[in-house]
C-alpha cells in the first residue's frame, strides 16, 4: 500500500510540472504575439517582403496600347509614343494588348530594341480568346518583360517570309534571313530567361503554341483569363528589368489607360505598304507632270502632290533607298524638262532609264520588303509609256505649225469671192470672210492662199499648182 501510495505521489507531481509547462508556453506566444502585432496577408506581405529584399514597388499607373493588326511602322510609332508616355508618367507598367498575324521584320526590330530597353516593366497580352502572336508578334512576345496569354490563344510560326516577293526554300538569301532571324530569337529568349530551343524552331520550323502548352514550355510567364486577372497576377510577381533592378508592379489604380491611334498613325497604317507607297509616288509624279503640261486644270496637280508627300513619308518609314528615291526624282525632273527643252527625246529616254534603276533600287533586295513584280512592272511600263507619249505630243506641237492666231493663217488656202476695188478683195479663209489685198488680175471664184496679215486684212496671192 505504501509503495502504491508513492507512485501516485510521483505521477501527479509529474502531471503537475506538465500543466504548469503548457500554461508557461501558451502564456509565452500570447506575449510574443502582443509584440508582433497581427501579421499581414495577401499582397502587403509580398510587398513588405518586397521592400525588405530592396525591390522597387511602382505604383504608378498603368498604360496600354492595342496592336492588333499587322506589324509595320504604324504599330512602331505607337509603341514609341506609349513608351515615352509611361516614362513621363513614371507608370508602374507599359501594357501591350497583342493579335497579330506577324508583319515587317523592320518594324519589330525596332519595337524589340524600345522594348528591351525600357525603363518601365513592359508586359505583352495575346488577348482576347482567339487571338494569336504569330511571326513578328511571337518575337515582340519574347522581348517583354511579362509575357502573358489568354486561354484560346496560339503564339509561334515566326519563319521569315518576304513582301511581294517568294523566295526559294534553299537559296542563300532565304537561309541567310532564315538565320538572322533565327539568331534574334534565340538572343531575346535567353536575354528574358525564356525557352531559347523553342524560340529557334518557332523560327526555322513555324512551330506554334497554344497558351498551356507554352507556359509549359517556359515560353511565356502567365496565364491570365482577361486584363483585370493578369493585372491581379503581375500585383504578386517580382520582375527583372534588363538593367538588373527587381521591381514589383503595384499601381493605386489596376486599370489600364489605352493610347488611341492620332491621325499620323492611322494614316501611316494605310499607306505602309510598299506597294501602295510605290503606287502612290507614281500616281503623284503623273499628277504634277499633267499639271505642268496642261496648266489651269488643277485637280491632277493637287492630287498629285497629296500622294506625292504621302509616298515619300511612307518610304521614309520603310526605311527605302535615298538614291533610289532621287533617281525617281531625278526621272520626273527629267520628263518636265522634255516640255519645255527640244531635246528629240533624249531627256524622255533618260528620264525612263533613271525611273526603272530607281524603281529596281527601292527597297534593299535582301530584305523582308519588296514591290510586288505584280505592281512594279505595269505600274513602271504604264508611268513610262504616259510620260513618253506626253512628250512626244509636246514635240510634235513644238515642230508643227500654229493652228490660231495670225500665224495659223499664213499659207492657208481661200478663195476669191468678190471684187471691192482694183486691189481690194473679199476672200473666205479658215471658214470665215475676210477683206484682202492682192493683185489686180485675180478673179472671182480663184483659189488663192494667204501670204500676209496686216492688221484685220490679209494678203494674199494666187494659190500655186
Same mark, same amino acid.
Given at each position: 500500500?505504501?509503495?502504491?501510495?508513492?507512485? /501516485?505521489?510521483?505521477?501527479?507531481?509529474?502531471?503537475?510540472?506538465?500543466?504548469?509547462?503548457?500554461?508557461?508556453?501558451?502564456?509565452?506566444?500570447?506575449?510574443?504575439?502582443?509584440?508582433?502585432?497581427?501579421?499581414?496577408? +495577401?499582397?502587403?506581405?509580398?510587398?513588405?517582403?518586397?521592400?525588405?529584399?530592396?525591390?522597387?514597388?511602382?505604383? +504608378?499607373? $498603368?498604360?496600354?496600347?492595342?496592336?492588333?493588326?499587322?506589324?509595320?511602322?504604324?504599330?512602331?510609332?505607337?509603341?514609341?509614343?506609349?513608351?515615352?508616355?509611361?516614362?513621363?508618367?513614371?507608370?508602374?507598367?507599359?501594357?501591350?494588348? %497583342?493579335?497579330?498575324? +506577324?508583319?515587317?521584320?523592320?518594324?519589330?526590330?525596332?519595337?524589340?530594341?524600345?522594348?528591351?530597353?525600357?525603363?518601365?516593366? &513592359?508586359?505583352?497580352?495575346?488577348?482576347?480568346?482567339?487571338?494569336?502572336?504569330?511571326?513578328?508578334?511571337?518575337?515582340?512576345?519574347?522581348?517583354?518583360?511579362?509575357?502573358?496569354?489568354?486561354?484560346?490563344?496560339?503564339?509561334?510560326?515566326?519563319?521569315?517570309?518576304?513582301?511581294?516577293?517568294?523566295? !526559294?526554300?534553299?537559296?542563300?538569301?532565304?537561309?541567310? &534571313?532564315?538565320?538572322?532571324?533565327?539568331?534574334?530569337?534565340?538572343?531575346?529568349?535567353?536575354?528574358?530567361?525564356?525557352?531559347?530551343?523553342? @524560340?529557334?524552331?518557332?523560327?526555322?520550323?513555324? &512551330?506554334?503554341?497554344?497558351?498551356?502548352?507554352?507556359?509549359?514550355?517556359?515560353?511565356?510567364?502567365?496565364?491570365?483569363?482577361? $486584363?483585370?486577372?493578369?493585372?491581379?497576377?503581375?500585383?504578386?510577381?517580382?520582375?527583372?528589368?534588363?538593367? +538588373?533592378?527587381? &521591381?514589383?508592379?503595384?499601381?493605386?489604380?489596376?486599370?489600364?489607360?489605352?493610347?488611341?491611334?492620332?491621325?499620323? !498613325?492611322?494614316? %501611316?497604317?494605310?499607306?505602309?505598304?510598299?506597294?501602295?507607297?510605290?503606287?502612290?509616288?507614281?500616281?503623284?509624279?503623273?499628277?504634277?507632270?499633267?499639271?505642268?503640261?496642261?496648266?489651269?486644270?488643277?485637280?491632277?496637280?493637287?492630287?498629285?502632290?497629296?500622294?506625292? =508627300?504621302?509616298?515619300?513619308?511612307?518610304?521614309?518609314?520603310?526605311?527605302?533607298?535615298?538614291?533610289?528615291? %532621287?533617281?525617281?526624282?531625278?526621272?520626273?525632273?527629267?520628263?518636265?524638262?522634255?516640255?519645255?527643252?527640244?531635246?528629240?527625246?533624249?531627256?524622255?529616254?533618260?528620264?525612263?532609264?533613271?525611273?526603272?534603276?530607281?524603281?529596281?533600287?527601292?527597297?534593299?533586295?535582301?530584305?523582308?520588303?519588296?514591290?510586288?513584280?505584280?505592281?512594279?512592272?505595269?505600274?513602271?511600263?504604264? $508611268?513610262?509609256?504616259?510620260?513618253?507619249?506626253?512628250?512626244?505630243?509636246?514635240?510634235?506641237?513644238?515642230?508643227?505649225?500654229?493652228?490660231?492666231?495670225?500665224?495659223?493663217?499664213?499659207?492657208?488656202?481661200?478663195? $476669191?469671192?468678190?471684187? =471691192?476695188?482694183?486691189?481690194?478683195?473679199?476672200?473666205?479663209?479658215?471658214?470665215? =470672210? /475676210?477683206? @484682202?489685198?492682192?493683185?489686180?488680175?485675180?478673179?472671182?471664184?480663184?483659189?488663192?492662199?494667204?501670204?500676209?496679215?496686216?492688221?484685220?486684212?490679209?494678203?494674199?496671192?494666187?494659190?500655186?499648182?
Amino acid at each position: 500500500m505504501k509503495r502504491s501510495k508513492g507512485r /501516485w505521489k510521483i505521477k501527479g507531481k509529474l502531471f503537475a510540472f506538465c500543466l504548469l509547462f503548457a500554461l508557461c508556453s501558451l502564456i509565452c506566444a500570447q506575449v510574443s504575439k502582443a509584440k508582433v502585432g497581427p501579421q499581414k496577408k +495577401g499582397p502587403d506581405t509580398h510587398l513588405e517582403k518586397a521592400r525588405q529584399d530592396k525591390a522597387q514597388v511602382l505604383t +504608378g499607373p $498603368v498604360i496600354a496600347v492595342r496592336i492588333d493588326s499587322a506589324i509595320n511602322p504604324a504599330s512602331m510609332e505607337l509603341l514609341k509614343r506609349g513608351i515615352n508616355k509611361a516614362k513621363r508618367e513614371r507608370a508602374s507598367l507599359f501594357l501591350i494588348i %497583342l493579335d497579330t498575324p +506577324g508583319g515587317l521584320v523592320t518594324s519589330v526590330r525596332k519595337m524589340i530594341q524600345l522594348v528591351m530597353s525600357s525603363p518601365v516593366p &513592359v508586359a505583352v497580352f495575346v488577348y482576347p480568346p482567339g487571338a494569336r502572336a504569330a511571326s513578328a508578334g511571337a518575337l515582340l512576345t519574347l522581348s517583354a518583360d511579362i509575357a502573358a496569354m489568354a486561354p484560346g490563344t496560339n503564339i509561334g510560326a515566326a519563319h521569315p517570309v518576304t513582301i511581294g516577293k517568294e523566295m !526559294e526554300a534553299n537559296s542563300t538569301m532565304s537561309r541567310k &534571313v532564315e538565320n538572322d532571324l533565327a539568331a534574334l530569337a534565340v538572343s531575346i529568349a535567353m536575354k528574358r530567361g525564356r525557352n531559347a530551343k523553342w @524560340a529557334e524552331e518557332a523560327v526555322r520550323k513555324s &512551330v506554334s503554341a497554344p497558351a498551356q502548352e507554352a507556359l509549359k514550355l517556359h515560353v511565356i510567364d502567365v496565364i491570365a483569363r482577361d $486584363v483585370p486577372d493578369l493585372m491581379k497576377k503581375l500585383r504578386k510577381r517580382p520582375i527583372r528589368l534588363s538593367d +538588373g533592378r527587381i &521591381v514589383i508592379v503595384a499601381p493605386e489604380n489596376p486599370k489600364p489607360i489605352f493610347l488611341k491611334e492620332s491621325i499620323r !498613325e492611322k494614316v %501611316l497604317k494605310v499607306i505602309a505598304d510598299p506597294n501602295i507607297a510605290y503606287i502612290l509616288l507614281m500616281i503623284g509624279m503623273v499628277g504634277l507632270y499633267f499639271e505642268l503640261a496642261h496648266p489651269g486644270v488643277i485637280l491632277p496637280g493637287s492630287v498629285g502632290s497629296i500622294c506625292l =508627300l504621302l509616298a515619300l513619308y511612307a518610304l521614309h518609314t520603310l526605311s527605302a533607298s535615298t538614291t533610289a528615291v %532621287l533617281l525617281i526624282l531625278l526621272a520626273f525632273v527629267l520628263f518636265v524638262l522634255e516640255l519645255f527643252i527640244t531635246s528629240h527625246g533624249i531627256l524622255a529616254i533618260s528620264g525612263a532609264i533613271a525611273l526603272a534603276i530607281g524603281s529596281l533600287m527601292l527597297f534593299d533586295s535582301h530584305g523582308t520588303i519588296y514591290i510586288s513584280a505584280s505592281v512594279l512592272w505595269p505600274t513602271l511600263l504604264f $508611268v513610262i509609256l504616259f510620260f513618253v507619249t506626253i512628250a512626244i505630243l509636246a514635240a510634235r506641237a513644238t515642230f508643227s505649225r500654229p493652228k490660231t492666231g495670225q500665224e495659223a493663217l499664213l499659207g492657208e488656202p481661200g478663195v $476669191v469671192k468678190k471684187r =471691192l476695188s482694183h486691189n481690194r478683195f473679199q476672200v473666205f479663209v479658215h471658214g470665215e =470672210l /475676210w477683206e @484682202a489685198l492682192g493683185p489686180d488680175d485675180l478673179k472671182e471664184g480663184q483659189e488663192i492662199e494667204v501670204s500676209g496679215v496686216r492688221g484685220l486684212r490679209l494678203e494674199i496671192k494666187p494659190k500655186e499648182e
